[in-house]
Protein backbone atom coordinates (compact mmCIF):
# COMPACT_ATOMS: atom_id res chain seq x y z
CA UNK A 1 0.00 0.00 0.00
CA UNK A 2 1.64 3.40 -0.70
CA UNK A 3 1.62 6.46 1.63
CA UNK A 4 0.49 9.66 1.59
CA UNK A 5 1.43 12.87 0.06
CA UNK A 6 0.73 15.66 2.52
CA UNK A 7 0.66 19.55 0.97
CA UNK A 8 1.45 21.36 4.27
CA UNK A 9 0.81 24.81 4.89
CA UNK A 10 3.54 26.39 6.53
CA UNK A 11 4.07 30.16 8.76
CA UNK A 12 4.55 32.80 6.45
CA UNK A 13 6.57 34.87 8.46
CA UNK A 14 5.93 34.68 12.18
CA UNK A 15 6.53 30.99 12.99
CA UNK A 16 3.49 30.76 15.30
CA UNK A 17 1.27 30.93 12.62
CA UNK A 18 0.68 27.02 11.75
CA UNK A 19 -1.98 24.59 12.74
CA UNK A 20 -2.05 21.79 15.42
CA UNK A 21 -2.41 19.29 12.62
CA UNK A 22 -0.03 20.54 10.54
CA UNK A 23 2.92 20.03 13.63
CA UNK A 24 1.76 16.65 13.82
CA UNK A 25 1.72 15.85 10.17
CA UNK A 26 5.32 17.22 9.78
CA UNK A 27 6.34 15.15 13.09
CA UNK A 28 4.51 11.83 12.41
CA UNK A 29 5.90 11.35 8.07
CA UNK A 30 9.20 9.73 6.89
CA UNK A 31 10.70 12.67 4.97
CA UNK A 32 9.87 16.60 3.84
CA UNK A 33 10.20 17.50 0.50
CA UNK A 34 10.74 21.63 0.85
CA UNK A 35 12.52 24.27 -1.27
CA UNK A 36 14.76 25.59 1.08
CA UNK A 37 16.32 22.39 3.49
CA UNK A 38 17.76 25.86 6.09
CA UNK A 39 14.93 27.39 6.57
CA UNK A 40 12.49 24.76 6.64
CA UNK A 41 14.89 23.70 9.41
CA UNK A 42 14.52 26.66 11.31
CA UNK A 43 10.43 25.69 11.77
CA UNK A 44 11.21 22.26 12.50
CA UNK A 45 13.74 23.28 15.43
CA UNK A 46 11.10 25.61 16.98
CA UNK A 47 8.52 22.56 16.94
CA UNK A 48 11.33 19.94 18.04
CA UNK A 49 10.98 18.10 14.93
CA UNK A 50 13.43 15.80 13.16
CA UNK A 51 12.97 14.59 10.02
CA UNK A 52 14.95 13.54 6.92
CA UNK A 53 14.56 16.58 4.67
CA UNK A 54 14.27 16.73 0.66
CA UNK A 55 15.18 19.50 -1.15
CA UNK A 56 12.19 20.36 -3.50
CA UNK A 57 12.66 23.53 -5.70
CA UNK A 58 12.12 24.26 -10.05
CA UNK A 59 15.63 23.43 -10.85
CA UNK A 60 15.48 20.24 -9.69
CA UNK A 61 11.70 19.35 -9.74
CA UNK A 62 11.60 16.94 -12.51
CA UNK A 63 14.19 14.52 -10.90
CA UNK A 64 13.30 14.89 -7.99
CA UNK A 65 9.75 14.41 -8.16
CA UNK A 66 10.29 10.17 -9.00
CA UNK A 67 12.09 9.61 -6.50
CA UNK A 68 9.72 10.88 -4.31
CA UNK A 69 6.71 8.91 -5.86
CA UNK A 70 9.26 5.73 -5.32
CA UNK A 71 9.04 6.39 -1.71
CA UNK A 72 5.13 7.18 -1.75
CA UNK A 73 4.79 3.90 -3.61
CA UNK A 74 6.96 1.81 -1.11
CA UNK A 75 4.76 3.24 1.23
CA UNK A 76 6.61 6.29 2.85
CA UNK A 77 4.74 9.45 4.23
CA UNK A 78 5.76 12.58 2.90
CA UNK A 79 4.79 16.16 3.45
CA UNK A 80 5.32 19.00 0.69
CA UNK A 81 6.44 22.44 1.89
CA UNK A 82 7.36 25.52 0.89
CA UNK A 83 9.53 27.96 2.66
CA UNK A 84 6.21 30.16 3.46
CA UNK A 85 2.55 29.80 2.91
CA UNK A 86 0.69 27.05 0.99
CA UNK A 87 2.87 24.95 -1.71
CA UNK A 88 2.07 25.11 -5.05
CA UNK A 89 1.03 28.77 -5.15
CA UNK A 90 3.68 30.40 -7.35
CA UNK A 91 5.65 27.68 -5.82
CA UNK A 92 7.15 24.36 -7.41
CA UNK A 93 4.96 21.18 -6.76
CA UNK A 94 2.38 20.57 -9.22
CA UNK A 95 4.08 18.28 -11.08
CA UNK A 96 4.28 16.09 -8.04
CA UNK A 97 0.84 16.19 -7.34
CA UNK A 98 0.10 15.88 -10.70
CA UNK A 99 1.88 12.35 -10.92
CA UNK A 100 0.85 11.28 -7.43
CA UNK A 101 -2.45 11.53 -8.57
CA UNK A 102 -1.70 9.72 -11.91
CA UNK A 103 -0.13 7.20 -10.01
CA UNK A 104 -3.13 6.71 -7.37
CA UNK A 105 -1.09 7.61 -4.66
CA UNK A 106 -3.00 9.86 -1.92
CA UNK A 107 -2.60 13.53 -2.01
CA UNK A 108 -3.95 15.15 1.44
CA UNK A 109 -3.83 18.89 2.07
CA UNK A 110 -2.94 20.56 5.38
CA UNK A 111 -4.07 24.07 5.25
CA UNK A 112 -3.18 27.13 6.82
CA UNK A 113 -1.43 30.30 5.94
CA UNK A 114 -1.63 32.05 2.92
CA UNK A 115 0.11 35.53 1.70
CA UNK A 116 -2.98 35.88 -0.85
CA UNK A 117 -5.83 35.49 1.69
CA UNK A 118 -3.60 37.13 4.43
CA UNK A 119 -3.38 40.50 2.71
CA UNK A 120 -7.39 40.83 1.23
CA UNK A 121 -8.70 40.00 4.82
CA UNK A 122 -6.82 43.36 5.81
CA UNK A 123 -6.73 44.80 2.74
CA UNK A 124 -10.22 46.75 2.61
CA UNK A 125 -11.24 46.03 -1.23
CA UNK A 126 -13.75 43.89 -1.88
CA UNK A 127 -13.39 39.97 -1.80
CA UNK A 128 -16.55 38.73 -3.00
CA UNK A 129 -14.25 37.40 -6.09
CA UNK A 130 -10.53 38.32 -6.76
CA UNK A 131 -8.10 37.12 -9.47
CA UNK A 132 -4.55 35.67 -8.83
CA UNK A 133 -1.78 37.03 -11.26
CA UNK A 134 1.19 34.72 -9.24
CA UNK A 135 4.27 36.88 -10.02
CA UNK A 136 3.91 39.59 -12.96
CA UNK A 137 6.66 39.33 -15.90
CA UNK A 138 10.02 41.02 -15.27
CA UNK A 139 9.65 42.86 -18.79
CA UNK A 140 7.68 46.39 -18.37
CA UNK A 141 5.94 45.39 -22.02
CA UNK A 142 5.19 41.96 -20.80
CA UNK A 143 3.88 43.25 -17.41
CA UNK A 144 1.71 45.93 -19.37
CA UNK A 145 0.30 43.55 -21.48
CA UNK A 146 -1.05 41.26 -18.68
CA UNK A 147 -2.29 44.39 -16.95
CA UNK A 148 -4.29 45.54 -20.24
CA UNK A 149 -5.51 41.56 -20.58
CA UNK A 150 -7.02 41.84 -17.29
CA UNK A 151 -8.62 45.11 -17.43
CA UNK A 152 -12.20 44.38 -18.23
CA UNK A 153 -11.86 41.62 -15.17
CA UNK A 154 -14.09 42.71 -12.35
CA UNK A 155 -12.43 41.50 -9.62
CA UNK A 156 -9.92 42.33 -7.08
CA UNK A 157 -6.56 41.90 -8.82
CA UNK A 158 -3.84 39.78 -6.47
CA UNK A 159 -0.19 39.64 -7.32
CA UNK A 160 3.12 38.84 -6.04
CA UNK A 161 5.81 41.59 -6.80
CA UNK A 162 9.76 41.57 -6.17
CA UNK A 163 10.78 45.10 -3.92
CA UNK A 164 13.02 46.09 -6.20
CA UNK A 165 10.38 45.98 -9.31
CA UNK A 166 7.33 47.23 -7.16
CA UNK A 167 7.93 51.14 -8.35
CA UNK A 168 7.95 50.12 -11.98
CA UNK A 169 5.08 47.93 -11.93
CA UNK A 170 3.04 50.71 -9.54
CA UNK A 171 3.90 52.81 -12.78
CA UNK A 172 2.36 50.26 -16.02
CA UNK A 173 -0.82 50.15 -13.04
CA UNK A 174 -1.01 53.75 -12.93
CA UNK A 175 -0.99 53.83 -16.61
CA UNK A 176 -2.95 50.88 -17.96
CA UNK A 177 -5.69 50.78 -14.82
CA UNK A 178 -5.79 54.36 -13.93
CA UNK A 179 -6.68 55.48 -10.55
CA UNK A 180 -8.13 52.42 -9.23
CA UNK A 181 -7.57 51.66 -5.35
CA UNK A 182 -4.27 49.75 -4.73
CA UNK A 183 -3.44 48.26 -1.49
CA UNK A 184 0.68 46.93 -1.15
CA UNK A 185 1.12 44.72 1.97
CA UNK A 186 4.80 44.13 3.00
CA UNK A 187 5.86 41.62 5.84
CA UNK A 188 2.79 39.96 6.57
CA UNK A 189 3.07 38.76 10.14
CA UNK A 190 6.43 40.23 10.74
CA UNK A 191 7.93 42.86 12.87
CA UNK A 192 7.55 45.37 10.30
CA UNK A 193 4.32 44.21 8.63
CA UNK A 194 2.75 47.32 7.09
CA UNK A 195 -0.60 48.30 4.15
CA UNK A 196 -0.41 50.94 2.04
CA UNK A 197 -3.02 52.54 0.35
CA UNK A 198 -3.86 55.11 -2.47
CA UNK A 199 -3.96 55.35 -6.27
CA UNK A 200 -1.04 53.41 -8.22
CA UNK A 201 0.33 57.13 -8.61
CA UNK A 202 0.00 58.02 -4.90
CA UNK A 203 2.15 54.99 -3.76
CA UNK A 204 4.81 55.59 -6.09
CA UNK A 205 4.90 59.18 -5.31
CA UNK A 206 5.11 58.59 -1.57
CA UNK A 207 7.41 55.19 -1.79
CA UNK A 208 10.25 57.23 -3.77
CA UNK A 209 10.69 59.20 -0.49
CA UNK A 210 11.66 56.38 1.46
CA UNK A 211 14.03 54.59 -0.56
CA UNK A 212 14.52 51.11 -1.28
CA UNK A 213 12.00 48.60 -0.52
CA UNK A 214 12.77 45.25 1.26
CA UNK A 215 10.77 42.18 2.01
CA UNK A 216 7.65 39.73 0.62
CA UNK A 217 5.13 41.93 -1.41
CA UNK A 218 1.61 41.49 -2.61
CA UNK A 219 -0.55 43.72 -4.47
CA UNK A 220 -3.51 44.26 -4.67
CA UNK A 221 -5.93 46.17 -6.87
CA UNK A 222 -9.23 47.35 -6.94
CA UNK A 223 -12.10 46.42 -9.04
CA UNK A 224 -12.28 48.15 -12.42
CA UNK A 225 -15.92 49.22 -13.59
CA UNK A 226 -17.69 46.79 -16.23
CA UNK A 227 -15.89 47.23 -19.55
CA UNK A 228 -18.15 47.34 -22.59
CA UNK A 229 -17.12 45.50 -26.08
CA UNK A 230 -14.11 47.77 -27.46
CA UNK A 231 -15.48 48.69 -31.12
CA UNK A 232 -11.94 50.45 -31.38
CA UNK A 233 -10.68 48.88 -35.29
CA UNK A 234 -8.15 46.08 -34.71
CA UNK A 235 -5.43 48.47 -36.09
CA UNK A 236 -5.91 51.62 -34.21
CA UNK A 237 -6.34 49.22 -30.92
CA UNK A 238 -2.71 47.77 -31.85
CA UNK A 239 -1.37 50.69 -32.04
CA UNK A 240 -2.34 52.31 -28.92
CA UNK A 241 -1.27 49.42 -27.14
CA UNK A 242 2.69 50.29 -28.91
CA UNK A 243 2.11 53.78 -27.99
CA UNK A 244 1.87 52.53 -24.87
CA UNK A 245 5.06 50.23 -24.11
CA UNK A 246 4.05 47.12 -25.40
CA UNK A 247 6.15 45.88 -28.38
CA UNK A 248 4.48 44.77 -31.96
CA UNK A 249 4.05 41.39 -31.32
CA UNK A 250 2.79 41.95 -27.39
CA UNK A 251 0.58 44.25 -28.94
CA UNK A 252 -0.78 41.62 -31.55
CA UNK A 253 -0.82 38.96 -28.77
CA UNK A 254 -2.88 41.29 -26.62
CA UNK A 255 -5.35 42.18 -28.93
CA UNK A 256 -5.85 38.43 -30.17
CA UNK A 257 -6.96 37.36 -26.66
CA UNK A 258 -9.41 40.26 -25.96
CA UNK A 259 -10.91 40.09 -29.53
CA UNK A 260 -11.03 36.36 -29.58
CA UNK A 261 -8.94 35.66 -32.43
CA UNK A 262 -5.58 33.89 -33.36
CA UNK A 263 -3.08 36.02 -33.79
CA UNK A 264 -2.95 35.44 -37.64
CA UNK A 265 -6.12 36.85 -37.88
CA UNK A 266 -5.20 40.17 -36.11
CA UNK A 267 -2.06 40.54 -38.08
CA UNK A 268 -4.17 40.24 -41.67
CA UNK A 269 -5.91 42.89 -39.75
CA UNK A 270 -3.40 45.80 -39.37
CA UNK A 271 -1.38 44.87 -42.39
CA UNK A 272 -4.73 45.57 -44.65
CA UNK A 273 -4.11 49.54 -44.36
Known amino acids: MSGTLYIVATPI ?5 ITYRAVRVLGEVDRIACEDTRQTRKLLDRYG ?21 RDLEAGLNVALVSDAGTPLVSDPGYRLVEAARERRVVVSPVPGPSAILASLSASGLPTDSFLFLGFLPAKAGQRRAVLEENKATTATLVCYEAPHRV ?22 T ?6 LRG ?22 IGKGEPIEADATPIDERVEKLIEAGLSRMEALKTVARQR ?6 VYKQVTKR
Open 167 to 188: LETLDDVAAVLGSRPVVLAREL
Open 199 to 220: TAAELVSSLRERGPLKGEITLM
Open 49 to 69: ISKPLVSYHEHNEQSRTEQLL
Open 190 to 195: KIHEEF
Open 260 to 265: GLSKRE
Open 13 to 17: GNLED
